[in-house]
């Protein structure tokens, strides 16, 4: 396929967004339908929508979609996942069929109007272009915030992410022919595309409010997302550990001499005040060492197991078709 006519697949993650899709559908549809128009991407293109286990009408919604328009397919996981295996699942079905596959939120936050200048840095040669939010006056002040110091925090603890970037962005079937041989299941997609290399844009845009319905990432999800994907990239804790661990060793060496020291001179030491101090600090930071180590050794119990990445139950479309 040349890169002038690409087959688009926009891959949309929904986890019990009933409130949200009917408002947000006729603008991906109206996307696909003006790309095709203006001859910026080939007539085969598609909004695949990826049901995450939804509790609520999702997937009725989405089967309704796809019966009654040419342009919407659907695919299910068999339970919820999670977003980002959503994602990596949309991503790997629609590379079957598509050339570029776009993947954004459900929730209409994000500006569709990029697509057009992300398929610009495509056809001028970028495997993958990232969206990247100017600003996020939209948020509430919590919500930035956390989002900020979760950036911050990622970068210093050693996991490369594009700052401000969440998970809209643009990648060619060769980039995802290249993604699925990272083949580890502790998924955090925003790290790992930078791994893969390329070359690779930028496309800025405004975020907009969500229409409808609830943020599912509140901020336990988020700090365990951080989590993941600080111990799914980065080393950098193991070794701040390691560290610390030489930092009290050397001070405690002192201590050792400064408490002989003592001995001999005859100062008689209370002692209990110090001894009691030390022994609850080190009892934390021991605490502390071990929940991260455990962090690493739970990653690696999850690596042995190779459990799939996601589970397709239903779709909207025949498996063989095309
Ligand atoms: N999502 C999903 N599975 C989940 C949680 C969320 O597929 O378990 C989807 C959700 O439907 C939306 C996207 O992931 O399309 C981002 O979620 P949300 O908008 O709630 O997060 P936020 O934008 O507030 O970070
Ligand atoms: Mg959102």
Not at 41 to 53: A, E, I, R, T
Not at 182 to 206: A, D, H, I, Q, W
Not at 243 to 255: A, C, D, E, K
Not at 298 to 309: A, F
Request: charged letters at 20%; glycine letters at 8%; one cysteine or more.
């Amino acid at each position: 396929m040349s890169r002038n006519n690409p087959i688009l697949y926009i891959v949309i993650p929904c986890y019990n967004e009933e409130q949200v899709l009917p408002h947000t559908n006729p603008m991906f549809v109206g996307k696909i339908e003006e790309l095709v128009k203006n001859q910026e991407v080939h007539p085969n293109s598609k909004v695949m929508y990826v049901n995450d286990g939804s509790k609520d009408k999702t997937w009725e919604l989405i089967q309704e979609y796809a019966s009654s328009n040419p342009f919407v397919v659907g695919i299910s996981q068999s339970r919820n996942r999670g977003h980002q295996s959503s994602v990596l699942a949309g991503m790997y079905e629609a590379a079957e069929f598509a050339d570029i596959v776009i993947t954004i939120d459900a929730d209409g936050q994000d500006d569709i109007d990029c697509m057009n200048q992300m398929i610009a840095e495509y056809k001028s040669g970028s495997e993958i272009v990232y969206g990247v939010r100017d600003n996020r006056e939209t948020d509430s002040a919590f919500k930035r915030i956390t989002a900020e110091g979760f950036y911050k925090v990622m970068h210093l603890f050693g996991a490369d992410v594009v700052f401000n970037h969440a998970d809209y962005r643009l990648v060619s079937k060769r980039f995802l022919q290249e993604l699925s041989k990272f083949k580890e299941v502790n998924l955090f997609l925003r790290g790992l595309m930078p791994l893969v290399g390329f070359k690779y844009s930028y496309v800025t845009y405004k975020r907009h409010e969500r229409i409808a319905g609830e943020s599912h990432y509140p901020l336990s999800k988020m700090l365990g997302l951080a989590m993941d994907g600080i111990t799914s990239l980065s080393i950098k804790p193991i070794r701040l550990i390691t560290s610390l661990g030489v930092m009290t060793s050397l001070f405690s060496f002192l201590l050792i001499i400064w408490v002989l020291w003592s001995k001999f001179a005859g100062t008689v030491v209370a002692g209990w005040a110090s001894t009691y101090a030390i022994v609850s600090l080190l009892g934390g930071v021991q605490l502390i060492s071990l929940g991260v180590i455990g962090e690493y050794i739970g990653k690696i119990y999850l690596e042995t197991k190779k459990r799939p990445r996601y589970i397709i139950s239903d779709r909207t479309y025949d498996e063989s078709d095309e």
